[in-house]
């Protein structure tokens, strides 16, 4: 009798497809009225000698068909979590939802790097009004009224003694009439110069630096930017140092850099010398000590300021300055 | 400058080809821009002369140059000139030496003045230089100002009156207030200021100085008889009357940064040997009236500063070489042993008056290449943070937050013009309008006035980029504004951050139905939170340009700091952009408020410990109640228990009366200190939801 249960038993098991049918199964063999239940209970009726071996077996088969149940229950649940899975299926080769993303303009990124390597220097950074007056622009930098250097940059009047600053060097001044040296300080902002084709632009940004202290000397100067060129441009660059003038600084340099486009061979950008120019410098003029009231013989220090579009455009290749200002967003989005 | 190779070789007897004498020039700071090489294989540089180096301004200038440079002599050319044969017979007679320092001429009677007299080479060598033939007196002048660096004049003898000249100003010769006017050679009748410096004859003036003659006195096919005038003239006055006129001239420019006080008499003399070469004549006699003879100053240096300041060890001799080879003259030290020098400039170099300049000279003949680099030994200093830094974490932090929402920054010119103020139907008593800063002498029209606000920059470049095709921008920009006080003092500047979303509805797979302004308004908390700045808020706006409907001022705390919203149909009008299209949101906020509001200090709150518990609860009220009253009800509610509140849901329509809306909002709370119980928390929030319906008029939604 029992093989024929276990035998009846796993055929009905075989026969089951889903779960209801698994429960019905169940139902029937374990159920309170089920097959394994009234066997159970007709142990009752048997004599009290055989009930020991008789009881053995049919809880050996209860076991039995408990354990066949169990299988089978993890094998139905894992099928239907395939069916599930199935159909919650999608096209993932579809796109997915665009995420906009926001795109930093050339100039700000340029003059973060640039930034940012100075004030790994331990420059700090100092800001100025881009309105400014005709003392902080010019007087005040050894650029008198009725002088020749002031054809040096073409400017933008308010008034007789209010122009748009044409550089960032009044804050120098500005800075050094509120401090004592010792001073290492950046100023990255925007100048203006009344001029536009397609190297210039009516407004364009400027970085200006200054250090002051006991016992700085021109070759430090050098040394400073030297460094800086090799990070920015890469240590290979080759970089030369030639006199120049500009009224603020005495002796005053202009620094080139080999250019990085054709790599000194001459092209158009380098107008064929193969070298381009990337900075203005030049250890402090006294004059400009005497202004705001340093002590020449106790202090030097150098300046220096480069056009942060120039470099921008070496950079990055791009050969209409105006571009950067145009914010065409296909422009606007390769950077 | 343009320099004729086969010129310059004259005067220097150089080996090297021209290529290596430019990178000798430039690194000793006479940068050449360019070499351009002729058909009979002269070549000519283009050597970029900076303001302070006029002596740099002539053939012999660039010689003398190179000759310190190579420390090799340089030569002038032949001058000489034969005797006078005879009176001047002119009255010369300078009545401002202020403003004329010397002035020296010499007649020449009986020359034959032609104009294609001038021989080929010298005919080349002006056309090298830019500068054209015209006659044989006027092109050997100009050839001489080419050579020597000095201008001269040439004027018809015949025709200045009363055989007198005079140097003046009209005030000076007519009295104040006088003015005057004098047609130039280029046939333009000029008004003159009345203290522009000017050549008169007995009656009128002859020509501005050292700006341009006068046509009357011209030299021309006619003339017999010249006047040739070499004076030296006080150049800024020079500058302040060529501007005046806006009138450059070769001359003109170089008395305007200075001439050679010394090489006026060559000049005239060469000038002179020239003109009777090549016109022939009679020197009748000569003038030279000099009142005050030129004194170079005395410098004195010091080779220990020269070799602190450039981080060089130089002996005193070798300083001594480079200055002399520059024609320094270089004096005893007034005690032998010591390292001062005393140095005379030449009279050429009016550029170097200071122990800074004359450093400067040394280095640039000893080179800058051959100066070593070093890094300085930097002075530690605790400063407290730079002003600058601060703003700049600020400003970051806003772009940051900017960029990560997609926005895209833009920059933009600091102008606009009255133009961009209508449009946005900006009042006259806003200080957007009142404010404004006037450029006297803008590129355009349009770009007259320094921003008030960053937003009509924005709208331009919508625009241009709309018409490129872009159907979605989100643009943003970080600039100052410039606001006037109506005094003399510099106007107030303040950083705005502002920015501008668009979004055409196009058919799209992933539907997204947010109203444009709640992504903007998002946006905008995000900027505030992520600087930790809270107490922030929003009420309608009355900005003119923005949609009555769809627009609101930003506060924080009670201090207006911007304003948010779509931009009203009636503007958008009179844009390039097609009406059906979506109307772009704008946003634009004051900086300087944000940054006063920053609380730096970060004070760690522990997490709660206890579980909370949160209800929903759904209110009817007028429909025109703004859904942030129900916010502020909930909050003010003296309960320590509501930890938070918010609205998550917002209806009309369907079993909502005309005229009313729905509000759905849920309340979390939360006790520090122990588990809240289900029926207190029922209490309590029957309680919130009567003192909410109460302020607000509303009712429970059943
Ligand atoms: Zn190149």
């Given at each position: ?12 098991l ?46 050996s ?109 009044p804050v120098?001044?500005r ?66 140092f030639?006199p120049?003038f ?29 070298w ?48 950067f ?11 | ?32 821009d ?112 080419l ?84 004076a ?12 005046r ?16 006080i ?20 009679v ?12 004194r170079?100053?005395e ?11 450039l ?21 005893d ?12 400039t ?35 200093s ?236 759904a ?17 003010l ?51 919130l ?14």
């Amino acid at each position: 009798m029992t093989k024929d249960l276990k035998r009846v038993f796993l055929e009905e098991l075989r026969s089951v497809k889903s779960m209801t049918d698994l429960s019905h199964l169940r139902v029937k063999y374990l159920g309170r009225k089920g097959i394994i239940t009234l066997e159970l209970r007709s142990l009752s009726s048997i004599s009290p000698a055989d009930r020991p071996a008789a009881g053995k077996k049919i809880t050996s088969i209860k076991q039995f068909i408990e354990a066949e149940f169990a299988v089978v229950e993890s094998i139905l649940k894992r099928e239907e979590l395939q069916r599930e899975l199935q159909a919650n299926c999608i096209d993932v080769t579809l796109s997915g939802k665009f995420v906009p993303f926001g795109r930093q303009h050339p100039i700000s990124r340029m003059l973060s790097e640039i930034t940012d390597i100075f004030v790994t220097m331990g420059f700090g950074i100092e800001e100025g009004p881009e309105v400014e007056s005709d003392y902080y622009n010019f007087e005040s930098l050894n650029i008198p009224k009725d002088h020749p250097a002031r054809d040096m940059q073409d400017t933008f009047y308010i008034n007789d003694d209010m122009v748009l600053r044409t550089h960032t060097s009044p804050v120098q001044v500005r800075v050094m009439e509120k401090a004592r040296p010792p001073l290492m300080i950046i100023v990255p902002g925007k100048v203006y110069r009344r001029d536009a084709d397609i190297t210039h632009t009516p407004m364009f940004h400027q970085i200006e630096g200054l250090m002051v202290d006991r016992g700085i000397t021109f070759s430090n100067l050098k040394g400073v930017l030297e460094a800086f060129l090799y990070h920015l441009f890469g240590p290979d660059t080759p970089v030369r140092f030639r006199p120049s003038f500009f009224p603020f600084t005495e002796p005053s340099a202009e620094v080139d850099i080999g250019c990085i486009l054709c790599g000194g061979d001459g092209c158009n950008v380098c107008k064929g010398s193969g070298w381009v120019e990337i900075l203005g410098a030049g250890m402090v003029n006294p004059v400009v000590f005497e202004n705001v009231g340093y002590d020449t013989e106790e202090f030097s220090g150098f300046a220096f300021g480069m056009g942060v579009e120039r470099i921008a455009m070496l950079k990055y290749s791009i050969d209409d300055i105006r571009l950067f200002f145009e914010n065409d967003i296909r422009f606007l989005r390769q950077f | 400058m343009l320099v004729p190779f086969q010129w310059l070789k004259e005067f220097i007897d150089i080996t090297d080809h021209a290529q290596e004498v430019a990178r000798r020039l430039t690194m000793a700071g006479l940068e050449v821009d360019a070499l351009v090489k002729h058909m009979d294989g002269d070549i000519v540089m283009e050597v970029n002369v900076t303001p302070n180096r006029p002596d740099c301004l002539s053939i012999i200038g660039i010689a003398r140059e190179l000759s310190a440079i190579y420390k090799i002599p340089y030569r002038f050319p032949e001058h000489s000139v034969a005797a006078s044969a005879g009176e001047l017979g002119l009255n010369v007679d300078i009545l401002d030496t202020n403003l004329c320092h010397r002035y020296a001429g010499r007649v020449i009677r009986g020359l034959k003045v032609e104009a294609r007299r001038t021989p080929e080479w010298m005919q080349n060598r002006l056309q090298r230089c830019g500068i054209r033939s015209i006659n044989n007196v006027v092109d050997a002048t100009n050839y001489v100002l080419l050579e020597l660096g000095h201008p001269l004049h040439a004027f018809d003898l015949q025709r200045l009156k009363g055989s007198n000249i005079r140097v003046g100003t009209p005030e000076g010769i007519k009295g104040q207030w006088a003015m005057a006017s004098i047609e130039t050679l280029d046939g333009v009748e000029r008004e003159i200021s009345g203290d522009d410096l000017l050549i008169w004859d007995a009656e009128d003036p002859v020509a501005i100085a050292g700006v341009m003659g006068g046509l009357d006195t011209e030299v021309n096919n006619s003339t017999v008889d010249i006047f040739i005038e070499s004076a030296h003239f006080h150049p800024p006055s020079i500058r302040r009357t060529s501007k005046r006129l806006g009138l450059k001239t070769e001359s003109s420019y170089r008395f305007e940064r200075g001439t050679d006080i010394k090489m006026l008499k060559k000049a005239l003399d060469r000038a002179t040997f020239l003109i009777r070469e090549m016109a022939g004549g009679v020197i009748c006699g000569k003038v030279d009236i000099y009142p005050k003879n030129y004194r170079p100053a005395e410098i004195e240096v010091r080779c220990e500063k020269i070799n602190k300041l450039l981080g060089l060890a130089l002996s005193s001799q070798e300083i001594v070489s480079c200055l002399k080879g520059l024609g320094f003259e270089i004096k005893d030290a007034p005690d032998k042993l010591s390292d001062r020098l005393i140095i005379k400039t030449p009279a050429y170099r009016r550029d170097v008056e200071r122990e800074a300049d004359v450093i400067e000279e040394v280095a640039r003949i000893y080179g800058y290449d051959k100066i070593s680099a070093s890094l300085p030994m930097a002075t530690l200093s605790i400063d407290k943070q730079k002003e600058g830094d601060k703003r700049r974490s600020v400003k970051d932090e806003i772009s940051g937050s900017l960029l990560k929402s997609g926005f895209t920054e833009a920059i933009n010119y600091s102008f606009m013009g009255i133009q961009d103020i209508d449009l946005l139907g900006i009042g006259a008593d806003d200080s957007r309008r009142a404010g404004l800063i006037q450029i006297m002498n803008p590129l355009r029209v349009e770009d007259s006035f320094m921003k008030t606000t960053i937003i009509p920059s924005l709208i331009k470049n919508l625009v241009h980029n709309v018409l490129h095709g872009s159907r979605e921008l989100r643009l943003f920009e970080i600039s100052k504004v410039f606001i006037g006080n109506g005094s003399s003092r510099l106007p107030e500047e303040r950083e705005h951050v502002a920015a501008i979303y668009y979004k055409e509805r196009v058919k799209s797979l992933y539907r997204d139905d947010t109203d444009d302004f709640y992504i903007v308004k998002g946006v905008a908390e995000a900027v505030f939170n992520n600087l930790k700045i809270y107490d922030y808020s929003f009420r309608r706006s009355s900005e003119a340009y923005l949609h009555p409907g769809r627009s609101a001022d930003i506060f924080i705390g009670n201090d207006k700091i911007g304003y948010l919203g779509a931009i009203s149909p009636a503007v958008l009008g009179s844009l390039n952009i097609k009406r059906h299209k979506a109307s772009p949101v704008v946003v634009e906020i004051d900086i300087e408020s944000v940054i006063s509001s920053i609380t730096e200090e970060i004070k760690y709150k522990p997490m709660p410990r206890f579980p909370c518990i949160e209800r929903d609860t759904a209110i009817v009220v007028d429909s025109s109640l703004e859904s942030s009253m129900v916010i502020k009800w909930l909050k003010l509610y003296p309960s320590e228990l509501i930890e938070d509140v918010y609205i998550f849901d917002l209806y009309y329509g369907k079993n909502i009366p005309e005229g009313k809306k729905g509000i759905a909002f849920n309340v979390r709370y939360r006790a520090s200190d122990r588990t809240l119980r289900d029926d207190e928390i029922d209490e309590l929030h029957s309680l919130l939801v009567d003192y909410v319906i109460g302020k607000t008029g509303g009712e429970l939604r059943q």
